[in-house]
C-alpha cells in the first residue's frame, strides 16, 4: 500500500528523495488540489498510465524559482514583468511558453526521450509558478541543488477533479505512486469562501504564442488592437487578478476558453 505523510510546512525529505531518485512519482498538494510530481521520462511515463491519459497531452513545468523560469523558457520583458507581477503577489500561473533553444537540448541530453511528453507538437509547454509551497520547495531543491527540473499533471483520473481532497486522486494512481503527501487543510485554505462544488480545481493559463507556437511579440505602451497577444485558455484560480495583472501589462489580450489544451 502507498505511504501517506501529512505534510508539516517544511521541505518533505521523503517526498525529495524519491522525485530525484529513477522513475520516482509521488502525489503532491498544490494551491488547487492535488498533482503527481516526477523528473524524468520513467517518471512520465508512470504518470501517464497512472491517469490513463491521452499521450498527445504533456505535463507542465513546475518552476521554483523566477531564475529557474528564465533559464528555460523564452520571454520578452513584458512576459518576464507578467510572471514577476504574479511570483511577487503568490499567484498561481501557467503560460504556454517555447522553450530556450539551449534548455530543450538540456531536455534532450538527457537521452530518455521525455521531451515527447513534456512538449507538444510545437515544442511548447505549460511553465507554471507558485503553485503551492509544499511542490514549491521540492522543485526550488530540485532546480538549485540537483540542476534537476520538476514535472506535473493533476493527480486525478483524465478529466475528473480530485475535490482538493486526497481521497479524490482515486485508487489507481494512490497504488501507482511512491507516496502521498497529505495537506487538505492547506488546499481549504486557499479559497476558504468556496466549498468542494464552487471552488477551482485548476489554476489559471496563459498562451504566450501563436498558432505555430513562436513567441508572441511585445506591444510596448502605446500599441492597440493587436491581434497576435497573451489568450486566457483555461479560467482558475485568481482569474479576476490575473485579468487584472493583464490589462495592466499588455494593451491587447484576448480569452478563449478552451482553445488549447
Not at 510530481?37 to 524559482?65: I, Q, W, Y
Not at 531564475?67 to 504556454?96: M, N, V
Not at 495592466?248 to 478552451?258: A, K, L, P, V
Amino acid at each position: 500500500m502507498t505511504k501517506h505523510i501529512q505534510w508539516d510546512g517544511n521541505l518533505s525529505q521523503e517526498g525529495l528523495e524519491i522525485v530525484k531518485g529513477e522513475g520516482g512519482c509521488i502525489v503532491c498538494p498544490t494551491k488547487v488540489g492535488y498533482i503527481i510530481m516526477t523528473s524524468d521520462k520513467a517518471g512520465l511515463e508512470r504518470k501517464f498510465a497512472a491517469k490513463n491519459r491521452n499521450r498527445n497531452k504533456p505535463g507542465v513545468v513546475l518552476c521554483g524559482s523566477m531564475d529557474e523560469l528564465r533559464a528555460l523558457a523564452q520571454l520578452t520583458p513584458e512576459i518576464d514583468s507578467f510572471y514577476q507581477k504574479h511570483w511577487d503577489q503568490d499567484i498561481l500561473l501557467g503560460c504556454i511558453l517555447p522553450w530556450k533553444e539551449e534548455a530543450y537540448a538540456k531536455l534532450q541530453a538527457f537521452g530518455d526521450g521525455r521531451e515527447e511528453l513534456m512538449t507538444d507538437s510545437r515544442r511548447t509547454s505549460c511553465f507554471v509558478i507558485k503553485f503551492g509551497v509544499a511542490g514549491e520547495q521540492i522543485a526550488k531543491e530540485m532546480w538549485e541543488k540537483e540542476g534537476k527540473m520538476v514535472y506535473a499533471s493533476s493527480a486525478n483520473p483524465s478529466g475528473k477533479g480530485n475535490r482538493g481532497k486526497v481521497e479524490g486522486i482515486g485508487q489507481r494512481i494512490e497504488e501507482a505512486v511512491d507516496l502521498v503527501i497529505e495537506a487538505d487543510d492547506y488546499v481549504a485554505s486557499i479559497q476558504p469562501d468556496k466549498n468542494v462544488e464552487t471552488r477551482y480545481e485548476q489554476g489559471v493559463m496563459v498562451s504566450m504564442v501563436d498558432k505555430d507556437g513562436k513567441l508572441i511579440p511585445e506591444q510596448g505602451k502605446n500599441s492597440r488592437s493587436i491581434d497576435n497577444c497573451p489568450v486566457v485558455i483555461r479560467k482558475g484560480l485568481d482569474i479576476d487578478k490575473i485579468m487584472m495583472n493583464l490589462s495592466d501589462t499588455f494593451n491587447s489580450w484576448n480569452y478563449r476558453q478552451g482553445e488549447y489544451y
